[in-house]
């Protein structure tokens, strides 16, 4: 959740937004290494022929894919995002901790799950 009070002084003026770059490149190289990793898990996944490894291989896809590749490159260019006041001020941004820790483990969950549908 972000702050609600997302106006600059009493004038009620805009929030003008910057971006870090540094932190923006490192959400796009997370989502590269997760996205090769979780190949790297299917195709462990391919060539297993135990079922109970087969599953916990589609559960790490799904930590690895949903949780390293997706979730965090979005969380981390959300960082990357900066909220300023045209005197300079900056607006810290506010997460919801529970919230922000339902949608990881969610991500994980609905991931798995649907590299599970997609195996049958």
Known sequence: ???ANM???ENDQQL????DVIQLLSSFLTSIVGA???VQVAEAYRVETNKST???LLFWFGVVLGAVS???MHFQAMQAKKLNCPNGEMKEQIYNVPLT???YVSAIILVS???TVASY
Do not use: E, F, P, V
Not at 16 to 19: D, I, L, S
């Open 113 to 115: 799950l649907g590299a």
């Open 36 to 38: 090769w990793c979780a």
């Open 16 to 19: 003008h937004a910057t971006y």
């Open 70 to 72: 997706i979730w965090m």
């Open 7 to 9: 106006s600059c002084g």
């Open 101 to 103: 820790l339902l949608s």
């Open 1 to 3: 959740r972000r702050d």
């Open 54 to 56: 087969r599953n916990w």
